[in-house]
């Protein structure tokens, strides 16, 4: 995998209520692999907002860290199998949430990495939705990435 790459995170979260939320994002990152682990680091514009926050991701097998500084705070943990709580700090006060991974997939290959992750997600201590998180990672190239999505 090259250094620039293009990530494309997509979210869904199945909530209580049975409606569905669909958030993507697709960026410029830069990629990088040591100790058996995987990064991308980006940064990521807010609508409304002056500032940004960048977004370091970390990942290998049954674990991704997601590490926002600047406009947003947190340190998300997401282990399968485990419940971890976290202080999520916004323009609007901190909020209390909670991870509890139930699955996570990594596969590579030569010029794409996916990680697909399943979890509940708490608002302070209380249950909020069920998601799930979907990351691809390609080599940026001349040819736009949107063709092969």
């Known amino acids: ?10 979210g869904l979260q199945f909530n209580l209520s049975e ?5 993507e994002t697709v960026t410029a990152a830069k990629y990088y692999q040591r100790n058996n682990s995987h990064y991308v680091i ?17 990942f290998k097998e049954h674990s991704l860290d997601l590490t926002k500084k600047g406009l947003i705070n947190v340190h998300m943990i997401f282990e ?3 419940k971890n709580m976290s202080n999520y700090s916004t323009p609007f006060g901190d909020i209390m949430i909670g991870i509890d991974a139930k ?3 990594l596969k590579e290959a030569e010029e794409e990495i996916r990680v697909d ?14 998601c799930k998180l979907s990351m691809e990672i ?9 063709d092969r999505i």
């Open 42 to 58: 980006y940064e990521e514009l807010f609508e409304g907002f002056e500032g940004t926050a960048q977004n370091v991701i970390k």
């Open 19 to 23: 409606d569905e939320t669909h958030v």
């Open 138 to 146: 390609h080599p940026q190239r001349e040819e736009s990435f949107f």
């Open 80 to 82: 399968e199998n485990r």
């Open 117 to 130: 992750v399943d979890y509940a997600l708490e608002v302070n201590y209380e249950h909020l939705a069920d």
């Open 1 to 10: 995998m090259t250094k620039d790459v293009l990530v494309s995170i997509k």
């Open 103 to 105: 699955k996570i997939r």
